[in-house]
């Protein structure tokens, strides 16, 4: 059954702390990317990947952090140092960043809430 | 930067209606993708349409882009309950890889 998944679904943080979104993914995808969500906006890019071990930022990086160490998988993680990170978080991927199709598939988002 | 963006904001229609959402861009483009989102839930890619592409059709979808306008816009055909979400262009400007640009997208609700 391949697609990406996001863990966790629903994620509660205390002001101050980090925490590490997950998203795995098994379609043989070589990009993967993360975007941020506000209620009723669009999608904005925070970090993407063209391959392993190399990643980009996106429009709105600040206050985050990512790693490409496996193909299939593409943490993010959000530090203290990210003003308002109370946002739906959307992890996907696309076969491959240039060349042509660039049809991306999403997981099912994490909610991050800060409390 | 959001280069997309979809008029009408919202659209509410009954079942069985056509319904037709605008997307505007302001850079060249590669290609242009429209996507659905269920509520809470992550995006689908609905339709994909080349620069070079004038209309695609998919099912009930229809798309048309018009590129001397720098817009495109999504019809629904025969609308169903099940057709309520959000709907979001996204543009491959081609400078920059596969990055996607998406707009605000437009809430459609159906009504039974």
């Known amino acids: 059954d391949g697609g990406i998944t996001q863990s966790p679904k629903y994620l509660f943080r205390k002001e101050g702390q980090n925490v590490t979104l997950s998203c795995e993914q098994n379609?043989?995808?070589?990009?993967m990317y993360w975007y941020r969500q506000d209620p009723g906006q669009g999608l904005r890019l925070i970090y993407y990947?063209?391959?392993?071990?190399?990643?980009q930022k996106g429009d709105i990086a600040e206050g985050y952090s990512v790693s490409r160490e496996k193909k299939e998988s593409f943490p993010l993680t959000v530090t203290s140092a990210q003003k308002n990170p109370t946002a739906f978080y959307l992890c996907?991927?696309?076969?491959?960043?240039?060349?042509?199709?660039?049809?991306?598939?999403f997981g099912p988002g994490t909610r991050l809430t800060v409390l | 930067s959001q280069q997309g963006e979809e008029d009408p904001q919202a659209l509410s229609i009954q079942e069985g209606e056509n319904a037709t959402m605008n997307c505007s861009y302001k850079?060249?483009?590669?290609?242009l993708q429209w996507y659905r989102q269920n509520s809470g839930r992550g995006l689908v890619h609905l339709i994909l349409?080349?620069?070079?592409?004038r209309e695609k059709h998919s099912g009930r979808l229809r798309v048309t882009l018009d590129t001397s306008k720098k817009s495109s816009s999504l019809l629904i055909t025969a609308s169903r309950a099940a057709d309520t979400a959000s709907y979001f262009c996204?543009?491959?400007?081609?400078?920059?890889?596969?990055?996607?640009?998406f707009g605000e997208g437009t809430q459609l609700t159906v009504n039974p």
């Open positions: 996204a543009t491959d400007a081609g400078t920059s890889g596969s990055r996607l640009t």
């Open positions: 850079t060249s483009i590669n290609n």
């Open positions: 349409i080349r620069s070079n592409e």
């Open positions: 996907a991927s696309s076969p491959h960043f240039t060349g042509g199709i660039n049809e991306q598939f």
């Open positions: 990947s063209q391959i392993v071990n190399d990643f």
């Open positions: 379609l043989n995808h070589d990009a």
